[in-house]
């Protein structure tokens, strides 16, 4: 599914350079739901950035459903996204003034799907998350855990080969996170590829695979809380 190899990541060059990521290696298999965990500042939000093609390492090779796409331009990187992957962000990027189903709608903006197409595969993302009740309505009204609901049916709208989700809970009380992590578990089930990185050890019951990153370099964890 994806495969990152040698992968290196500094920001800056000469003395300013942070060497962020070190000799990163993970093959992530279709059906896996691999989390990778690390203290503030491990280089879990660079990784993701990466995973999801929304960054390039600087060096090493990232490939996505057997393509190379290291030396990929602009143009092929977004229609990799928006063809492949959905992406859930800490702190959702939804538009405030927009519904919940606009929101999601918004995902379509660089598919081909037509409109009634691409409402049809909106609602039905809402329902999966649980919120067809509130499809109408703005997203600042929303509390936190269901915004953070609708930007996982905005990225899984689509339906995405694979998705990815940088501290998807960090803002959320327990509740709300349990209920956007029983969301990601569904997905799991249905076969849904997931990478996911946190700081919460006490999310890894969710994953199939664990993965600690530690001041740039991803390693087996010592503790085996994976789920299996
Ligand atoms: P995490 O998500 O695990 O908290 P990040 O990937 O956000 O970690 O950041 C890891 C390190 O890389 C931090 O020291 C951060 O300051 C640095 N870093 C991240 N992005 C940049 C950037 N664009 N320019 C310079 N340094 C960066
Ligand atoms: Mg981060």
Redesign the pocket.
């Known amino acids: 599914m994806l495969v990152l190899s040698g992968v290196e990541k500094r920001?800056?060059s000469g003395e300013r350079a942070?060497h962020?990521l070190r000799d990163v290696n993970v093959s992530v298999e279709p059906g896996d739901f691999l989390m990778v965990t690390?203290?503030?500042?491990?280089?879990?939000?660079?990784?993701l950035h990466i995973a999801a093609l929304l960054d390039m390492p600087t060096s090493g090779c990232v490939s996505l459903l057997g393509e190379d796409m290291s030396g990929a331009a602009e143009r092929q990187l977004s229609q990799a996204r928006a063809e492949h992957i959905g992406i859930v962000f800490q702190r959702y990027a939804l538009l405030g003034r927009r519904t919940a189903l606009e929101n999601v709608m918004f995902r379509f903006r660089y598919t081909d799907h037509d409109r009634r197409e691409a409402r049809e595969r909106a609602n039905a993302a809402l329902e999966r998350v649980h919120l067809s009740h509130v499809a109408g309505r703005e997203a600042r009204l929303l509390s936190g855990g269901e915004m953070q609901r609708v930007a996982v049916a905005r990225a899984i709208a689509t339906r995405p080969s694979l998705l990815v989700a940088d501290e998807p809970t960090g803002n959320l009380d327990g509740e709300a996170a349990r209920a956007v992590m029983e969301v990601f578990r569904g997905l799991h089930r249905d076969g849904l590829t997931i990478i996911m990185?946190t700081h919460n050890l006490q999310l890894l019951e969710y994953a199939s695979r664990h993965l600690a990153?530690v001041r740039g370099r991803l390693g087996v964890s010592d503790d085996d809380g994976a789920g299996s």
């Open positions: 920001f800056g942070v962020v690390g203290p503030s500042g491990s280089g879990k939000s660079t990784l990185v990153l």
